[in-house]
Nanobody, 124 residues
Framework: QVQLVESGGGLVQAGGSLRLSCAAS????????MGWFRQAPGKEREFVAG????????YYADSVKGRFTISRDKAKNTVYLQMNTLKPEDTAVYYC?????????????????WGQGTQVTVSS
C-alpha cells in the first residue's frame, strides 16, 4: 500500500508561483511512476505531469509545458510540482497519484493510488 499526502496549495495572483509537494509512505514508492492531475469545478480530472520511477523521464500536458516542472526526491519519498507563471485557468484541486509501473501514463485509470488533493486558486 502507498499513502499520498499533498501540500503546498493556496491562493496566488496570476503570474505567481507555487510548489506542491506529495509525501508518500510505503516501501515500494521508489519503484513507482508518479503523476499530478487536476480537477477544476465542473470539469473532468485531467493529467498535468508525470515522472518515471528513476526521475529520468518527465512528461507534461501541453497546457503546462514550459511553466510546470515535476521532480522527485527518493530520499524524502516526495514528489514536487513547481508551478510558475500561473494563470487563472490553472485553478483546480491538484492530486498526486502513484502508478505501480515504473514509467507511468497520462491516463487516470492507470494510477492505483491517489492523494486527497490540494486546492490551487489563481486570481486575475
Amino acid at each position: 500500500q502507498v499513502q499520498l499526502v499533498e501540500s503546498g496549495g493556496g491562493l496566488v495572483q496570476a503570474g505567481g508561483s507555487l510548489r506542491l509537494s506529495c509525501a508518500a509512505s510505503g516501501r515500494t514508492f521508489s519503484s513507482y511512476a508518479m503523476g499530478w492531475f487536476r480537477q477544476a469545478p465542473g470539469k473532468e480530472r485531467e493529467f498535468v505531469a508525470g515522472i518515471s520511477w528513476s526521475g529520468g523521464s518527465t512528461y507534461y500536458a501541453d497546457s503546462v509545458k514550459g511553466r510546470f516542472t515535476i521532480s522527485r526526491d527518493k530520499a524524502k519519498n516526495t514528489v514536487y510540482l513547481q508551478m510558475n507563471t500561473l494563470k487563472p485557468e490553472d485553478t483546480a484541486v491538484y492530486y498526486c497519484a502513484a502508478d505501480r509501473r515504473p514509467y507511468g501514463s497520462r491516463l487516470l485509470s492507470e494510477y492505483a493510488y491517489w492523494g486527497q488533493g490540494t486546492q490551487v486558486t489563481v486570481s486575475s
